[in-house]
């Protein structure tokens, strides 16, 4: 990993003449990062969390890296700066925490039930759930979302595909939490949902639906499929701006 080029002056072995010295500021040391390369033509620095990487061409050499991450060092901690304050913000499933739920900021109450659910009112996320503590509320809570989403996302999908012609190519609707994705089509006709997106308020999790179902007609991000992805959701731009402001609370 690398460091800063800067090397540091030596002090004088005198203790009077340390208070008469005057050290240069020392700049920010680069973080560590991990390079992962393959046949692209350009290096391109992705932050993630406390966690950067550099994707760089075959051809490139260490040093060269080494350069481009120096080039691009305050970027980074700009960029892990923000991550962090991000973080800060994720949800807390502790009592009197906080959770972001269909747009709100709610105050967290843990209410001990043999019955899992959810109740929200102008002010509280309350969740009954058998256990409070520890593990307790995160598993609840994923149980209740997950219910959710299967009684919700599979009926709505299936309805959309048949709508846009390919309700043939819909095989399964399916259900995982993931770390960056909310959803996920596959060429075998499978689409995979975050069940984390039932967070969210119910027009993105329409345009999350609208989304996944249009790759079964385009498989790609091209201009053909973002157009009919307008034609089933107009405003589809609005709510992609909300996932990349918001979506960091959603994420447990």
């Known amino acids: 990993m690398t460091h800063s080029n800067q090397a540091s002056r030596a002090l004088s072995a005198h203790p009077q003449d340390l208070a008469a010295t005057k050290v240069a ?16 033509k350009t290096m391109v620095i992705h932050v993630r969390h406390e966690r950067v ?22 970027w980074i901690q700009r960029q892990l700066d923000r ?16 959770i972001f739920y269909k747009g709100r900021s709610l105050r967290v109450r843990l209410q ?10 102008d002010t509280e996320f ?14 609840a809570l994923q149980r209740c979302l997950l219910a959710q989403a299967q009684a919700l996302l599979p009926a709505r999908s299936r309805a959309l ?13 399916v259900f995982r939490k993931t770390k960056t994705k909310w959803g996920h089509c596959t060429a075998s006709g499978r689409i995979q949902f975050n069940w984390l997106i039932m967070l969210a308020p119910d027009a993105i999790v329409d345009y999350m639906i609208c ?8 498989m790609n991000h091209s201009a053909r499929f973002w157009s009919l992805v307008e034609s089933v959701c107009p405003d589809y731009r609005t709510y992609v701006k909300w996932l990349r402001k918001h979506e960091h609370r959603l994420w447990l």
């Open 211 to 218: 989304h996944e179902v249009c790759h079964l007609h385009q």
């Open 112 to 121: 001990r039930a043999t019955r899992e659910s959810i109740e929200v009112t």
């Open 161 to 173: 595909a048949q709508y846009l012609g390919v309700g043939d190519k819909l095989r399964e609707v």
């Open 53 to 74: 990487e550099v994707r760089a061409p075959h051809f490139v050499s260490d040093r060269e890296i080494e350069r481009f991450v120096e080039n691009h060092r305050e």
């Open 25 to 40: 500021p020392t700049l920010p040391v680069a973080p560590p990062y991990q390079v992962l390369r393959s046949r692209r």
């Open 126 to 139: 309350v969740l009954f759930c058998r256990n409070t503590s520890g593990t307790g509320p995160e598993r």
């Open 83 to 98: 991550k962090a304050q991000q973080d800060a913000q994720r949800l807390d499933l502790r009592e009197a925490g906080s």
